[in-house]
């Protein structure tokens, strides 16, 4: 009877246990090995696959459908968002936006990556703050390297879509210093190709940090952004070459890593 009772309570142990991790927001790795969690609190709960409450919108369904829209010649509010990597852009963005009549807002958002935007409404709130027309999001570097990527962060780059909604952007990816493990690919295929960049395809002078492109670096990768954004972007935007320097600011805005 007591091997009995011991058992039970081995059961009851493990039980309380998995449930527990769960409910977590962390997960147990080993080896490379991810421990799988349960699916009782989506059960207990009735969490979808992300707890967001929004209908996909059209573009969702679309993507790897779209085709080129005509160009946009108007004027844009132009919202460059994301992580450090946009540092060096802006600084060559601002004279494009100079040189072909846009506004630029920036927000640089330091060591950010998908969980963060795709788990924060931090997005939206600058949209709604700045009210743009176009959007460049600059994100990914910071998860090169993590493991299993599509399960853990595909929901969140779901969510990131959704606040963008149906405004135009692209989506600059990741200037690769060695091989990811799946970022590209994943961003890739949920916003398809007439809205990502992918930027590993270009070659780069770093800083210090062997991750970074140095500036003069990142002016020829904002250069090759804005041919590919008038000839190959799902509706491409004036983006001529500047013969000159902007004396403009980037109008930044800078937002601290989470603690």
Do not use: C
Not at 13 to 38: N, R
Not at 56 to 80: C, F, H, M, W, Y
Not at 215 to 220: D, L, N, Q, T
Not at 238 to 253: M, W, Y
């Amino acid at each position: 009877m007591n091997i009995i009772w011991k058992i039970v309570a081995m059961l009851l142990i493990t039980t309380t246990l998995l449930t527990a991790y769960s409910f977590s927001d962390y997960e147990i790795e080993f080896k490379g090995i991810v421990l799988k969690k349960t699916p009782i609190k989506e059960f207990i709960l009735g969490i979808p696959e992300y707890p967001y409450g929004k209908a996909l919108n059209l573009r969702d369904t679309l993507v790897g459908k779209e085709v080129q829209q005509p160009a946009d010649t108007a004027s844009q509010r132009i919202l460059l968002i994301g992580d450090s990597m946009l540092e060096g852009l802006m600084l060559r963005l601002k004279d494009y936006v100079a040189a072909n009549g846009h506004d630029l807002k920036t927000v640089i958002w330091y060591s950010s990556s998908t969980l963060w935007y795709g788990s924060t409404d931090t997005l939206k709130y600058f949209i709604d703050e700045y009210k743009p027309t176009y959007i460049m999001l600059v994100l990914g570097a910071n998860e090169l390297f993590v493991s299993d990527i599509i399960r853990k962060r595909n929901k969140n780059v779901k969510h990131i879509i959704r606040q963008i909604d149906t405004l135009n952007y692209i989506w600059i990816g990741p200037p690769n210093w060695k091989d990811d493990t799946g970022i590209n690919e994943m961003i890739l295929k949920n916003v398809g190709p007439l809205h990502y960049f992918a930027s590993k395809n270009l070659n780069y002078k770093r800083t210090s940090d062997g991750a970074h492109p140095t500036k003069a670096s990142s002016a020829m990768w904002m250069d090759s952004i804005a041919v590919w954004v008038e000839n190959k972007s799902y509706k491409p935007i004036r983006l001529k070459k500047p013969d000159e320097k902007a004396r403009n600011s980037a109008n930044v805005t800078i937002l601290q890593p989470l603690r």
